[in-house]
């Protein structure tokens, strides 16, 4: 079975320092997004790259995260420095989209963060 | 603008009772897509359904079935016979074609808790 694969599955961490989250989209899927859950907001986007090429990251606080895609087998979050707002459930989702056609999100299983 | 509702925050209800999902979606576009998500306590996001604008057939699988009523822009879920196990967060989400951007946009979310 495909999946998507998030690490780490959990992080405490203290405030200030650098947090990085990766994930492995399903081969052959050409769409990638991150989300953040948290019980007050819901589900906020945060990056969506389309073919590797980053499209949107309105949702995402500049100054301090970055998201990147180096090759097609791997997405990365990064949070710097870490706040305590910044914990949460952080979500990668691959999918596949193309003329025409626009298939269904792949989550991974989150990674929770904590930041003390 | 792209809008789901899910009006509904959470539902509590006796197993091998009935219940209705609720979402209302809001676009201009005449070609979208539809999904529904389950989330369940473990924490990974399921894809459940897919419907895009042009096909209006109800769909069962199982114990689930979807209404999808374009004249009142309404994608309803409803489980028959509730279990235990069906007691998760479920999301609606709408993808619009036009604009190139395909970003699902996602509703609050329901809970749904099924006690026995």
């Known amino acids: 079975d495909a999946r998507v694969t998030q690490t780490p599955r959990d992080k405490v961490t203290e405030m200030g320092q650098e947090v990085t989250m990766r994930c492995q989209p399903i081969?052959?899927?050409?769409?990638v997004f991150w989300y953040r859950q948290t019980m007050m907001q819901g589900l906020e986007l945060l990056a969506y790259?389309?073919?590797?090429?980053?499209?949107?990251d309105s949702g995402m606080p500049k100054d301090r995260f970055s998201a990147e895609m180096p090759d097609a087998t791997l997405a990365t979050l990064k949070i710097q420095p870490s706040e305590p707002r910044d914990s949460a459930v952080y979500f990668c989702?691959?999918?596949?989209?193309?003329?025409?056609?626009?298939?269904?999100?792949?989550f991974g299983e989150g990674s929770r963060l904590t930041v003390l | 603008a792209q809008k789901v509702t899910q009006a509904q925050t959470e539902i509590s209800v006796v197993e091998k009772e009935d219940v209705t999902l609720d979402c209302v979606y809001e676009?201009?576009?005449?070609?979208?897509?539809l999904f529904w998500y389950k989330q369940p306590p473990s924490g990974e996001l399921v894809f459940l359904i897919r419907?895009?604008?042009?096909?209006?057939q109800n769909e069962i699988s199982g114990r689930y079935s979807w209404n999808f009523q374009k004249s009142t822009s309404s994608f309803n879920f409803t489980i028959t016979a509730s279990q235990v196990v069906d007691s998760a967060v479920y999301f609606c989400?709408?993808?619009?074609?036009?604009?190139?951007?395909?970003?699902?946009?996602f509703g609050r979310g329901t809970s749904l808790i099924v006690h026995p």
């Open positions: 989702a691959s999918g596949f989209s193309g003329t025409g056609y626009h298939g269904e999100l792949f």
């Open positions: 081969l052959g899927h050409n769409t």
């Open positions: 419907r895009n604008s042009f096909d209006e």
């Open positions: 676009t201009r576009d005449t070609t979208y897509y």
């Open positions: 989400a709408l993808i619009v074609a036009s604009g190139g951007s395909y970003i699902p946009t």
């Open positions: 790259f389309r073919n590797r090429a980053p499209l949107d």
